[in-house]
């Protein structure tokens, strides 16, 4: 069965951090983009980043550069979104996903999702 399964959600204050990890399972992950995205209520789902299958190629969305840091393990089969200095506008459900992903960001080139996870920024 091909899988994705999110984890590492949760609540924090703004300025915290969260790690999250998207595990990966039934299909070849190496051969995969993978990405990150967002959606809030009331919002259209929005990319947030991007890694490509060697790992040296990243994207990420304006609001996020030089906050979020995404990377990826070929040997475990996941990536991982690491978010720092976290503001009250980074809160969302957030999802992984694996495609073609090119180019980076763009939903429609992504056929594999996960369930979601939540991250909520508030004091």
Request: aromatic share 12%.
């Amino acid at each position: 069965e091909v899988q994705l399964v999110e984890s590492g959600g949760g609540s924090v204050q703004p300025g915290g951090s969260l790690r999250l990890s998207c595990a990966a399972s039934g299909f070849t992950f190496v051969n995969y983009a993978m990405s990150w995205f967002r959606q809030a209520p009331g919002k259209e789902r929005e990319g947030v980043a991007a890694i490509y299958q060697s790992g040296h190629s990243t994207y990420y969305v304006d609001s996020v550069k030089g906050r979020f840091t995404i990377s990826r393990d070929n040997t475990k089969n996941t990536v991982y979104l690491q978010m720092n200095s976290l503001k009250p506008e980074d809160t969302a459900m957030y999802y992984c996903a694996g495609g073609g992903g090119w180019p980076p960001l763009v939903k429609s080139t992504y056929n594999i999702w996960g369930q979601g996870t939540q991250v909520t920024v508030s004091s």
